[in-house]
């Protein structure tokens, strides 16, 4: 058999063995998605709870009104404080754990992998105890300066500190891997060469750990813009995010029609942001 052939057949061979399973999984996303983008264009009425049309106006009900674009504007500078935190906060453990020689690195490993096996749900109702009206930090307030209160709960800040405590994991793990591929005679040639500590990491670590930098960036943008917990059990009634908001849609109202568009236009934002970062971030890498 000529090479040609056996290439044809050996990807023939390929395609009949995935290509089952690839349209199971297409059909399981797109199907859904389908099904919620159909659902986005029907109306909402109090006794049927939707009637089926073709209308916008629940995309425009969302765009026009300033109450749910504030939402939005929310849940994006939460995602974007989170995740800069995470890259600030997660790089020198990453780094730390990357490098170490010592026996009790696996150790380092686990403690970082210990909080996901703790439900977010549980992690939030632990920070309500720390940071709520005589918690540990009020209570602690109280007694260096009696008379005095400062409850943190159902504030931008107990959010924020949520959900880092829920990302932060995923960020540091994604960055071991890449640092451990980089090889360490690098940093040791910068180190001869007469660089110091800074200029080793803007010039040579941080350039080739851009691309664990973005998948981490990326995974952690995308879980604090749809975290649904944590804003609700740490922000309260007041703080309003858009996967809290969105099951109250659904679940409260009963408007499933603009649940839907809700969900749709979530997902675009994600998509959209991350794509553009995700470009800007390859641009970059390469030019380096």
Known sequence: MSRPSKRRTTGLTAGLLIGPATFLVMGALVTPLLLLARYSLNRYDRTNFMVEALTPENYLRFFYDPFYTGVLWTTLWIALVTTVLCLVLGFPIAYRLARSQSRWKSVGVLLVILPLFIGSTVRALGWMGVLGRGGLVDSTVAALSPGSSFPLLYTPFAVVVGILSINLPYMVLT????????????????????????????????????????????????????????????????????????????????????????????????????????????????AA
């Open 175 to 286: 960055l071991q891997s890449v640092i451990e591929g980089i090889d360490a005679r690098v940093e040791e040639a910068a180190d001869s060469l007469g660089a110091d500590p800074s200029r080793r990491f803007w010039h040579v670590v941080l350039p080739l750990a851009l691309p664990g930098l973005a998948t981490g960036g990326v995974l952690v943008f995308i879980l604090a813009m749809n975290a649904y917990a944590t804003p609700l059990l740490l922000g309260g009634a007041r703080f309003q995010m858009m996967a809290p908001m969105l099951f109250r849609e659904y679940a409260v109202n009963n408007n499933w029609p603009f649940a839907a568009a809700i969900a749709f236009i979530l997902m675009v934002t994600t998509l959209t942001l991350t794509a553009a970062s995700s470009a800007f971030v390859q641009r970059r890498y390469k």
